[in-house]
């Protein structure tokens, strides 16, 4: 069973690996200076990209953030005329407006090509039946994942999300062997095929990721599905899945060092950290053509990992192990507290104040949210109530794109601050 996709690249390393990142991240350059608020900056910095010699002088370089995405909303960030872009997805942003991303036909060719590799490494080839469970809609997961399991020949079911009882069938009569999707849906799926006492034989391998999840979440998925899991990361920023993934030594994750320079900083101080050290990812996509970025703060905990892995790939990162801001990641789907405050602003019937629970019942995460009522929009009938609770989870549905239990609260009962508001409480517990 072949365990490379692409053995030249996968394996590049050293003098070799540092040079084609020099040309890609001077290529990038080249392609940012077609983004306006690019070219401002760069002038505004006096950055010429023919000043970058070597791979230090990345350093050089300006941050670039979510908010210098959202700013660009929708379209002020891509270097490619629209007309060239072949599809968007969006993620979340920090505000009402979702993050967009555009993508040109070599993007999609790219991002197939990366997932092919990551199927390949974890012994998935052409025979395999493999079922897709996730979000095919905006979210990165579905048709990234999919274009790249066609790509490496295996015969692929969309079955997105939702109805788990068909999910448990379909793996089973169709004799599915690799299933993809969260490791929350998955401890899901083992629960209730439990409860349905059918048995998954065919079920091999599991690839997991869009959230974080631990070693003891492995084993327990391991046991209760028999299948061997593998950790699997993206944002949607770098294409979306497909960026790092696990090899069967399942100690850590390979990043594509030929399409991503990472850098390890210090979230406060930027600077960057030692090899083994955690900090906050910080990525240059070095092929991206439709939406090129420089030094893409990701947001996402980890550490570049010491030392060579036996499968001849190259240097890893750690597992994701938190987040330098305030992002929330809810049955794979992110969410900033600033987006729910910004929904519920909007509403008049919304009071003062709000506060965020997050549980997780079942392996699901359940997001409840206390909201102060404002009385004058209230006669004080329970069906008044009713109907205030449909229309701030069906705003909130809208915006964050998940579901939310609305909990309507006195006028003044919530806590005040006085300092920084703390208006989430995250009772899933730590995973590490
Ligand atoms: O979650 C892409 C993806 C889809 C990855 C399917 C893996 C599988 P976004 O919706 O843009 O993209 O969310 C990206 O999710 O910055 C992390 O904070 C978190 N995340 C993704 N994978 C992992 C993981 C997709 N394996 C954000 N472990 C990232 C921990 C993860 N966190």
């Given at each position: 069973?072949?365990?490379?996709?692409?053995?030249k690249?996968?394996?590049?390393?050293?003098?070799?690996?540092?040079?084609?990142?020099?040309?890609?991240?001077?290529?990038?350059?080249?392609?940012?200076?077609?983004?306006?608020w690019?070219?401002?900056?760069?002038?505004?910095?006096?950055?010429r990209?023919?000043?970058?010699?070597?791979?230090?002088?990345?350093?050089?370089?300006?941050?670039?953030?979510?908010?210098?995405?959202?700013?660009?909303?929708?379209?002020?960030?891509?270097?490619?005329?629209?007309?060239?872009?072949?599809?968007?997805?969006?993620?979340?942003?920090?505000t009402?407006?979702?993050?967009?991303?555009?993508?040109?036909?070599n993007?999609?060719?790219?991002?197939?090509?990366?997932?092919?590799?990551?199927?390949?490494?974890?012994?998935?080839?052409?025979?395999d039946?493999?079922q897709?469970?996730?979000?095919?809609?905006?979210?990165?997961?579905?048709?990234?994942?999919?274009?790249?399991?066609?790509?490496?020949?295996?015969?692929?079911?969309?079955?997105?999300?939702?109805?788990?009882?068909?999910?448990?069938?379909?793996?089973?009569?169709?004799?599915?062997?690799?299933?993809?999707?969260?490791p929350?849906?998955?401890?899901?799926?083992?629960?209730?095929?439990?409860?349905?006492?059918?048995?998954?034989?065919?079920?091999?391998?599991?690839?997991?990721?869009?959230?974080?999840?631990?070693?003891?979440?492995?084993?327990?998925?391991?046991?209760?599905?028999?299948?061997?899991?593998?950790?699997?990361?993206?944002?949607?920023?770098?294409?979306?899945?497909?960026?790092?993934?696990?090899?069967?030594?399942?100690?850590?994750?390979?990043?594509?060092?030929?399409?991503?320079?990472?850098?390890?900083?210090?979230?406060?101080?930027?600077?960057?950290?030692?090899?083994?050290?955690?900090?906050?990812?910080?990525?240059?996509?070095?092929?991206?053509?439709?939406?090129?970025?420089?030094?893409?703060?990701?947001?996402?905990?980890?550490?570049?990992?010491?030392?060579?892995?036996?499968?001849?790939?190259?240097?890893k990162?750690?597992?994701?192990?938190?987040?330098?801001?305030?992002?929330?990641?809810?049955?794979?789907?992110?969410v900033?507290?600033?987006?729910?405050?910004?929904?519920?602003?909007?509403?008049?019937?919304?009071?003062?104040?709000?506060?965020v629970?997050?549980d997780?019942?079942?392996?699901?995460?359940?997001?409840?949210?206390e909201?102060?009522?404002?009385r004058?929009?209230?006669?004080?009938?329970?069906?008044?109530?009713?109907?205030?609770?449909?229309?701030?989870?069906?705003?909130?549905?809208?915006?964050?794109?998940?579901?939310t239990?609305?909990?309507?609260?006195?006028?003044?009962?919530?806590?005040?601050?006085?300092?920084?508001?703390?208006?989430?409480?995250?009772?899933?517990?730590?995973?590490?």
């Amino acid at each position: 069973m072949p365990t490379f996709w692409n053995k030249k690249m996968e394996t590049l390393q050293g003098d070799r690996l540092a040079a084609l990142q020099l040309k890609r991240l001077k290529w990038t350059l080249h392609q940012a200076q077609a983004v306006p608020w690019y070219h401002e900056r760069f002038k505004s910095l006096g950055i010429r990209p023919e000043d970058i010699r070597s791979l230090q002088d990345v350093e050089t370089l300006p941050f670039t953030t979510k908010k210098d995405l959202q700013a660009g909303y929708p379209f002020g960030s891509l270097a490619v005329p629209l007309s060239q872009v072949v599809r968007i997805h969006t993620t979340s942003g920090t505000t009402g407006k979702p993050t967009v991303v555009g993508y040109t036909k070599n993007d999609l060719d790219q991002w197939s090509e990366l997932i092919a590799r990551n199927l390949t490494m974890v012994g998935l080839a052409e025979g395999d039946i493999f079922q897709n469970m996730v979000n095919y809609g905006l979210f990165t997961g579905g048709l990234g994942v999919h274009y790249g399991a066609e790509r490496a020949g295996l015969t692929v079911i969309p079955s997105a999300t939702g109805n788990t009882k068909r999910q448990i069938e379909m793996i089973r009569d169709f004799g599915v062997t690799a299933i993809h999707c969260t490791p929350s849906y998955a401890l899901h799926i083992a629960e209730v095929s439990e409860q349905m006492g059918v048995d998954l034989p065919t079920l091999r391998t599991g690839l997991f990721g869009a959230e974080a999840w631990s070693e003891s979440m492995r084993s327990e998925l391991q046991r209760r599905l028999e299948l061997s899991a593998f950790d699997s990361y993206g944002l949607s920023e770098m294409y979306g899945p497909g960026v790092a993934f696990e090899c069967p030594e399942k100690d850590g994750l390979h990043i594509w060092h030929d399409c991503y320079l990472t850098e390890i900083i210090d979230p406060v101080t930027g600077e960057r950290v030692e090899d083994g050290e955690r900090g906050e990812m910080v990525i240059t996509p070095l092929v991206k053509e439709a939406m090129p970025l420089i030094r893409y703060r990701t947001g996402d905990i980890t550490c570049l990992e010491k030392g060579s892995c036996p499968c001849g790939r190259g240097q890893k990162i750690g597992r994701i192990t938190g987040r330098s801001d305030d992002m929330l990641v809810i049955r794979g789907i992110n969410v900033f507290p600033s987006q729910i405050e910004h929904v519920l602003r909007s509403l008049p019937e919304v009071g003062e104040q709000f506060m965020v629970i997050i549980d997780r019942i079942n392996y699901l995460d359940e997001m409840t949210i206390e909201v102060e009522m404002n009385r004058e929009f209230f006669s004080g009938e329970l069906r008044d109530l009713a109907r205030v609770q449909q229309k701030i989870s069906g705003a909130l549905r809208d915006v964050l794109g998940i579901r939310t239990t609305i909990r309507l609260m006195e006028s003044g009962s919530l806590p005040r601050f006085e300092g920084k508001a703390k208006r989430v409480i995250d009772r899933r517990g730590a995973l590490w």
